[in-house]
């Protein structure tokens, strides 16, 4: 028997519970591993709190993103044998599976070779990040060189991964945060530009920047009341992604300027992207490459122990973190 952490109610870090698990053997298509390291996201906790795009179904297990070894192969898989080093891709319902578990069954085609280069903690916190923004600016606003591009809650594992992926094709990544406090870590980690939202006007910083053009795309995890002001940053025929409520507040389309401008605003998630094959395997060999050539590397904040999982939540909602927290597993 090993153990896993599941949750017999909604609500905060405290309603983790540690468990007795038998994963038993893989089905159809699917993959037994030994865990060795989980990415948090804010996924997890919103599922943990019931706030979810989906309701857990209860008791209920979590966890969407890591690095493992394959200890079985189960019918119908080619391309994995045992003690292969893999990651694990958030690819699939939490309701089916779970990776907050020292052995975890998970279905194969949310598994991938194990980034060459990456260690265990580095392999658990790139997919995630850098499948999500790759999905926003790649595949769907094709991003090019020259343009710009505002990426609030720029510290934020996603954020960074947009910057970099940014900076890969020649985009100009103009960095948003609250404060001034991470300006300089924003510049180290390839950021353009830094604009501090509470003490500087957002969109003249970002006219100032493009020289009067305004960035053509948003790629925005926060909206609510700050949206207008975005919007009065971006350049004509831009679009503005929607991929995260971090403000918890009502999300205005501001009517006349994306009218004036012939704005596109769009919800998105990583959904997107893993729903449709052909889209997915183009963002894994992206990242391969970017891994390859030296543009992409995940950047860690912090690495928790699997027993100190609730303390990792806690750090997860503090906001404090400067990229991925990942929590290591025995």
């Known amino acids: 028997m090993t153990q896993a952490i599941r949750f017999h109610e909604t609500g905060g870090p405290e309603v983790l519970r540690f468990e007795e698990h038998d994963p038993g053997e893989p089905g159809d298509q699917e993959l037994r591993v030994r865990v060795e390291a989980i990415g948090l996201n804010r996924a997890e906790a919103m599922f943990r709190a019931g706030n979810y795009l989906e309701d857990p179904q209860l008791p209920a297990g979590l966890g969407y993103e890591g690095s493992a070894v394959v200890e079985a192969v189960g019918e119908g898989v080619t391309g994995f044998a045992e003690g292969d080093a893999v990651s694990v891709i958030p690819a699939f319902s939490m309701n089916r599976y779970s990776l907050y578990a020292e052995r975890a069954i998970v279905p194969a085609h949310a598994v991938a070779p194990r980034p060459a280069g990456l260690d265990a903690v580095q392999a658990a916190a790139i997919w995630m990040p850098f499948l999500t923004a790759y999905g926003a ?167 928790f122990h699997f027993a100190d999982m609730p303390d990792a939540h806690r750090y997860l909602e503090s906001n404090q973190q400067f990229g991925k927290i990942v929590v290591s597993v025995p």
Request: proline share 6%.
């Open 137 to 303: 600016l790649i595949d769907i606003a094709r991003l090019s060189r020259g343009e710009a591009v505002i990426i609030p809650a720029a510290s934020s594992s996603v954020g960074l991964a947009a910057i970099q992926i940014a900076n890969s094709v020649g985009a100009v990544p103009i960095a948003a945060t609250r404060s001034a406090a991470k300006a300089d870590e924003l510049h180290q980690a390839g950021a353009a530009h830094v604009i501090a939202t509470q003490e500087q006007d957002i969109a003249a910083e970002a006219m100032r920047i493009t020289d009067g053009a305004g960035a053509r795309v948003v790629f925005d995890p926060v909206a609510g009341s700050g949206t207008p002001a975005r919007v009065d940053a971006m350049a004509p025929y831009g679009t503005y992604f929607v991929y995260g409520a971090l403000s918890g507040e009502p999300t205005p389309f501001p009517m006349i300027a994306g009218m004036n401008k012939a704005l596109t605003m769009r919800g998105y998630t990583l959904l997107e992207i893993i729903a449709d094959p052909e889209r997915f395997e183009a963002g894994k060999r992206f990242i391969y490459a970017g891994v390859e050539a030296g543009d992409f590397k995940p950047i860690v904040a912090r690495t």
